[in-house]
């Protein structure tokens, strides 16, 4: 299996426009956004039609500014940093965070599913998805090669995938030593990269896939289709956590986003894309 390709070119686009984001304006030029905002890739594309909306509303202009490439750890860096307003993460905040003055609020859970670019594969067993990851099964029933596309061991998403069951922890450990996997860096680059190779088999979350209109098959686990009313009725236990987080209290632009994504036009735009709203 070979390694990744070089970083797509809109990724590196992005990293462009992000760093200008985080620049201070030169005079003359318009102002950014009022909200700077950043986080886990999974959360990006709903945020950004909630922001087109609460935009809408205002008759304003754009209210949200995306710096892309953050991730959960660094959008949390960024916020202490004062480089950003607002956060959007998928893990509850740990307590040196907390300690800092940073404020968490859930505002949504959505679907952590298996994704491949095939569009034959509606189903894996556990048991045959850790076959698939460990290498025991190196193809797929018509002989075509398995090409994985891992995330980093510290990422939340290999996490989540090790946490389906012990046999596809072990067989994710296998992988992850194997010379030459293609781990994609962010949530964009994993959706990228299982678009891109035959025979893929790749993580994302439901709400990236919808959101972005992603050209991939979400796979069944065990004859449970990843949905908001499978995690709803717990038929399907795969899930990720979304939290919206600010610098203490939120006021002014931040509290006005934070309560629209509260709102009834909010959680309709969430339940659209693949979300469980938190009460």
Not at 152 to 159: E, F, I
Not at 172 to 192: K, N
């Amino acid at each position: 299996m070979g390694a990744s390709a070089a970083v797509p070119r809109r990724r590196a686009l992005a990293v462009i426009a992000g760093a200008a984001l985080l620049a201070p304006a030169s005079a003359g030029r318009a102002q950014p956004a009022a909200l700077r905002a950043g986080g886990t890739g999974s959360a990006l594309g709903a945020m950004r039609m909630v922001a087109d909306a609460l935009a809408r509303r205002q008759g304003a202009g754009d209210v949200l500014a995306l710096v892309p490439n953050l991730g959960t750890s660094g959008a949390l860096k960024a916020l202490q940093a004062g480089a950003i307003d607002l956060a959007f993460v998928a893990r509850p905040l740990k307590a040196e965070e907390s300690a800092a003055g940073l404020i968490a609020l859930e505002y949504g859970r959505s679907p952590f599913v298996i994704v491949t670019n095939r569009t034959d594969v509606k189903n894996l067993a556990r048991a045959r998805l850790a076959d698939l990851v460990s290498g025991r099964a190196p193809t797929w029933t018509d002989g075509q090669p398995v090409r994985l596309v891992l995330r980093p061991r510290s990422d939340g998403d290999s996490a989540l995938l090790a946490a389906m069951s012990p046999d596809v922890a072990r067989a994710l450990e296998t992988a992850q030593a194997r010379p030459g996997m293609v781990v994609a860096a962010t949530d964009q680059d994993a959706a990228d990269e299982a678009e891109r190779l035959p025979g893929s088999l790749g993580t994302s979350t439901l709400s990236l896939m919808l959101s972005e209109h992603r050209r991939l098959a979400l796979v069944a686990i065990d004859g449970v289709v990843p949905s908001a009313k499978t995690i709803s009725d717990g038929t399907y236990p795969y899930q990720k956590p979304f939290f919206l987080v600010t610098r203490g209290p939120p006021s002014g632009p931040a509290k006005q986003f934070v309560e629209f994504v509260r709102s009834r036009e909010g959680r309709a735009i969430l339940e659209a894309n693949g979300h469980v709203p938190a009460p």
